[in-house]
């Protein structure tokens, strides 16, 4: 899931500062999940945003409302109305729902609450871990499930660098294992050794431009 973090409060406090009426707008997706965007932590920010605004003497009513998933037009048909009355939208989704919130809405003002982090897993209540960086070139399937882009620190596509230790550790903390060093251990036990002999080209970089992607099942759906 995509993992998000929220703003420091004077950030978000400086971004809304000229706007007197501001809906938060929750989502009920991944950063519901991950604890930092649902209709609880609207809730919160809220509360803290009118202490803040009464303690200034500076007049500000932020109201809240949640719907389940700021990436999805589907969700957006009860917001329609809602938003005439406001003079500004603050968003709790990642930057996905933030931009499609933007979208729909172009005449109002739309500022994020949250900073998008990455896109990881749930280890436990508050803790999550990255897992994958959306490289668009997933090689999970020759490495042994074991992304060397998000756990190798220099994103080795190749093999280790030579500051892996004999315990498999890597060079930058003694804590880290080294990424290749555990692909090499899970692909042995796999008997799928033969994978890690595979020279990678050098990648095609594309994240300067916009992505879009259409399942393959659906491509009939959306061809002109």
């Not at 997706?29 to 609207?42: F, H, K, L």
């Not at 605004?53 to 999805?72: A, H, M, W, Y």
């Amino acid at each position: 899931m995509i993992v998000g973090e929220r703003k420091p409060f004077e950030e978000i406090k400086e971004m809304i500062k000229s706007f007197r009426k501001v809906l938060n707008v929750g989502c009920g997706g991944c950063t519901s999940i991950c604890m930092a965007g649902g209709q609880r932590e609207v809730g919160i920010l809220n509360e803290e945003l009118q202490m803040a605004s009464k303690q200034e003497g500076i007049p500000l009513q932020v109201d809240g409302f949640t719907i389940e998933r700021q990436c999805n037009a589907d969700f957006f048909s009860e917001l329609d109305e809602m938003v005439k009355t406001y003079d500004a939208l603050l968003s709790m989704a990642c930057g996905a729902g933030v931009q499609f919130l933007a979208d729909r809405y172009p005449a109002k003002p739309v500022f994020p609450a949250l900073n998008t982090v990455f896109v990881g897993v749930d280890r436990d209540i508050g803790w999550f871990e990255e897992n994958c960086r959306t490289c668009r070139e997933c090689v999970l399937g020759e490495t042994g499930g074991i992304c060397p882009v998000t756990r190798c620190a220099k994103s080795l596509f190749n093999g280790p660098c030579g500051g892996t230790s004999r315990e498999g550790k890597c060079e930058v903390s003694k804590d880290t294992p080294c990424a290749w060093f555990e692909i090499h251990k899970r692909l042995k036990e796999q008997n799928r050794l033969e994978n890690i002999l595979k020279v990678k080209p050098a990648r095609e970089w594309k994240n300067q431009t916009q992505g879009t992607l259409v399942q393959e099942a659906y491509k009939k759906r959306y061809a002109k």
